[in-house]
């Protein structure tokens, strides 16, 4: 008996010195990923511990209420704070606000990374895309983020990809992220939430160690707080091949809401987030 009590103690020994090398982060941090969703909270980093008065930006304008029924976890990065979703592997939404001055910058691509903030069974790889027939598409682009160099590293965690099928990665999609910095220079700053849509309970998967739902189409909200000309737009692209202009994309955020089931621009005054989510003008924006 006495012999089996030491090899117990020494296969828990071994057991934890094997989770320690593997498993760097605090167990209380995958105990967050149970069934309830009430235990997912947010992540913090060093930006959150800059003092209020250092932002322009205090109440965070562009981030979305809290969903109902989906799992998140918050992250907060340099430049982006993301809900992740541990059923999807994917994004639920990510937002940033972006000004003039952040549209500006020489900073070179970085390289695709897993995202240490996620825990290890749902950390998607770079190679979990590789052959899948679909892109690593950013939520938020590697051009929104030339303005430093940790901003730009964390912009190409996988936590802020969805698969992206190529042609609208490269096409329409890629001209909303053009117009998104030409308005957040004419405007001063812009608030931008993006996010995948899955409209169906079963959904495709991609994946080699990690399953990712592939989305069957994205969402942008755009918000600009421009004394006397504030205003707010959406779209909604199909993640597929074929012409999807941008015109035909655009809708209110009332029309997102409905479409997405979140609750978009929050902190906003409730007068003036019932005026400006109700309507869209498109011409407005160029």
């Not at 994917?90 to 900073?107: D, F, I, Q, R, Y």
């Not at 998104?180 to 608030?191: K, L, N």
């Not at 597929?240 to 655009?250: I, P, Y």
């Not at 089931?261 to 498109?282: C, Q, S, V």
Request: glycine share 8%; proline share 6%.
């Amino acid at each position: 008996m006495k012999l089996v009590t030491q090899l117990l103690g020494i296969i828990c020994i071994g057991g934890a010195a094997y989770t320690g090398y593997f498993h760097p982060e605090p167990i209380s941090k995958f105990l967050e990923w149970g069934t309830s969703l009430k235990n997912e909270t947010t992540v913090p980093n060093a930006k959150e511990s800059l003092s209020e008065e250092s932002s322009s930006n205090k109440k965070k304008m562009e981030l979305p209420g809290k969903l109902k029924g989906i799992p998140e976890r918050i992250i907060s990065h340099t430049g982006y704070t993301l809900s992740f979703n541990r059923e999807h592997n994917a994004p639920n939404w990510v937002a940033w606000e972006l000004t003039n001055k952040e549209t500006m910058g020489s900073l070179p691509r970085a390289d695709f990374l897993p995202d240490p903030d996620i825990p290890l069974p749902h950390r998607v790889t770079p190679d979990d895309y590789k052959k899948s027939g679909y892109d690593r598409g950013h939520m938020v682009p590697a051009a929104d983020m030339k303005w430093d160099r940790q901003a730009m590293k964390e912009c190409f965690y996988m936590s802020n990809m969805c698969p992206q099928d190529g042609s609208l990665n490269s096409g329409p999609w890629s001209k909303l992220e053009n117009a998104c910095r030409r308005w957040a220079s004419q405007e001063g700053s812009i608030y931008i939430i993006c996010g995948p849509v899955y409209k169906g309970k079963k959904t495709k998967k991609i994946g080699k160690e990690h399953l990712i739902s592939v989305p069957d189409g994205f969402f942008k909200a755009v918000l600009s707080l421009q004394k006397g000309k504030e205003k707010a737009i959406a779209f909604y692209y199909n993640n597929g091949k074929g012409k999807q202009n941008m015109e035909k994309a655009a809708m209110s955020v009332d029309q997102m809401e409905k479409l997405t089931g979140m609750n978009f621009f929050i902190h906003l005054p409730d007068k003036m987030e019932e005026r400006l989510e109700a309507t869209y003008d498109l011409r407005a924006w160029k």
